[in-house]
């Protein structure tokens, strides 16, 4: 089939712009025929595109691989919660660092803020299933917001909106229900044309979060209220910072891009690091200066700069000597002498 990621835009959520995941390997193992791929989708995830009556959600669908894969989904994050529902087969995935064997019948949760991979680094053979909901949420501190769709009686949808936020438990068993809820989602999903199913979706997506309640309850999952500390989003964010150094950053948009006010982005910053938001991206970067300066021989003090994301070349050079007293040739010289 032809995957259809036509008219695809950034979006934003409380000013922050955000890019869904293009999912390329599986487009490509799809243009090869490698498995079967169905979808409904909205932004840059592949599929079917979605209408207006199911905002909310972002990607539902299914992959069949019934022959040995080539691909895999490496480390990436989802703009909602996703739900992941292995039918048949088994699936390497990884989750916060945590690898699995995910085997029939298991289903796993993603937040938004935990990157995950399916594969290792292969996919695997299977049927599987996923639901990505766009709770207008990125942070574990902020409020989720479920669609105007959902009907579960408000205590339910409290009930499951804490479990999901105060726990960091990645699989469960799923049990009969699931199954044939994701089952029908699967035939939904081929039968649509143009929106023909909206009502069947939404109903289907109610029925499995009512089951997912049921047993979320049953296996009487352990809630930590500290989950969703705003200094747990300031924490992920400068975790994330280290692999993103050389954007030009501002405290506003450190403090944007983790959900936080800038007062007390500012104080969780500092009761983490004991240091301001800009005195530790300037630790952060000289500290990937100074593994670059080792490891990159050939490379010029001015491309170590400019990829440690400092202006210019002697401003670099005037901060690495503040802090490790001693200019960037004199740390590289005197760092291969004790090689």
Known sequence: ???????????????IEYHADTCLPLIDAVSRNKLKF??????????KRLTDDTVGINSIGYWDANEPQDWGLDWHRNEGIEIHFLESGIMPYSQEGKEMTLLPNNLTITRPWEAHKVGNPNIGMGRFYWVILDLDVRRPHQNWTW??????APKDLEKLTTILRQNERISWKADKRILDCFQRIGKAVDSDNKGSNTSKIRLLVNNLLLFLLDLLLIDEVTLDEKLMDRSRSVN??????????????????????????LTRFTFHCRQLTNLTPMKYLMLKRIEMAKKILIENLDMSVYDVAYLCGFSTSQYFATMFKKQEK??????????LSLI
């Open 236 to 261: 992920l964010f400068l975790k994330e910072l280290e692999n993103n150094l050389s954007e030009n950053w501002t405290v506003e948009e450190m403090a944007k891009s983790s959900g936080v006010g």
């Open 1 to 15: 089939m032809k995957l259809n990621i036509q008219n695809i835009t950034p979006f934003e959520i409380d000013g």
């Open 147 to 152: 669609p105007d769709w959902i009907v579960l």
């Open 326 to 335: 001693c200019t960037p040739k004199a740390y590289r010289k005197k760092a």
């Open 38 to 47: 169905n979808a409904l989708a909205r932004y840059t995830y592949p599929g």
